[in-house]
């Protein structure tokens, strides 16, 4: 079983900054990829931002310039960086890892989610 926690979510204004972290533990064997996504209220969830195993990201159109993904492998953490914020960014965002256990199963865990709010 893998279980991951999500942490540093709050109240930001317009402008500011925060960094979220997410830390995946448990039965894990490897990690493929780690993914942000959010889900802004009354509305669909998107990716933001993935990291592989080998370094390669991927940034949300609507993010890119502002977000920043980037992974400790050695703590199985992957962190999202985010500058310039806009009321527009407000939502859940969630913690997304896909990778193998220790039994060689595939596996696809997702986060408990860490609210975002961005207001004046």
């Known amino acids: 079983q893998v279980r991951l926690v999500e942490s540093g979510g709050g109240l930001v204004q317009p402008g500011g900054s925060l960094r979220l972290s997410c830390a995946a533990s448990?039965?894990?064997?490897?990690?493929?990829?780690m993914t942000w996504y959010r889900q802004p209220p009354a509305k669909r969830r998107d990716l933001v931002a993935t990291?592989?195993?080998?370094?390669?990201?991927n940034v949300a159109d609507s993010v890119k310039g502002r977000f920043t993904i980037a992974r400790d492998s050695a703590k199985n953490t992957v962190y999202l960086e985010m500058n310039s914020l806009k009321p527009e960014d407000t939502a859940v965002y969630y913690c997304?890892?896909?990778?193998?256990?220790?039994?060689?199963?595939?596996?696809?865990?997702w986060g408990k989610g860490t609210q975002v709010t961005v207001s004046s």
């Open positions: 997304n890892v896909r990778g193998a256990t220790t039994a060689r199963t595939d596996f696809v865990s």
């Open positions: 990291i592989t195993s080998g370094g390669m990201t």
């Open positions: 448990g039965s894990i064997f490897n990690i493929y990829a």
